[in-house]
Nanobody, 123 residues
């Protein structure tokens, strides 16, 4: 059974940095395009960032562009989300997403989801 496990969430202050990790098991990681979504309280889940399986194409939501960076390590079956200069509006549950057919910029393109990790930014 495919399993995506996120790590690294927590409580941070505005302006701090945080790195999330997502470890993937039971699938051929190198074949999947990977991404991150988030769901803030009272809001729908939204796209944050996604990257092609080759790593040569990356899409960012405007709200995180210049602050967040996605990367992947195929040898470790892991995708990362480096979050810099976090803001209170970044508070959300962050979900790792895997897509076989294309870069996962919408929920309908996601084949597998992680269980989510909470990030809380205090101002």
């Amino acid at each position: 059974q495919v399993h995506l496990s996120e790590y690294g969430g927590g409580l941070v202050q505005a302006g701090d940095s945080l790195r999330l990790s997502c470890v993937v098991s039971e699938l051929t990681f190198s074949l999947y395009h990977m991404g991150w979504f988030r769901k803030a309280p009272g809001k729908e889940r939204e796209f944050v960032v996604a990257q092609s399986r080759s790593g040569d194409v990356t899409n960012y939501a405007d709200s995180v562009k210049g602050r967040f960076t996605i990367s992947r390590d195929n040898a470790k079956n892991t995708v990362y989300l480096q979050m810099n200069d976090v803001k209170s509006e970044d508070t959300a549950v962050y979900y790792c997403a895997a897509s076989l057919l294309g870069i996962p910029t919408t929920e309908r393109t996601v084949n597998h989801w992680g269980q989510g990790t909470q990030v809380t930014v205090s101002s």
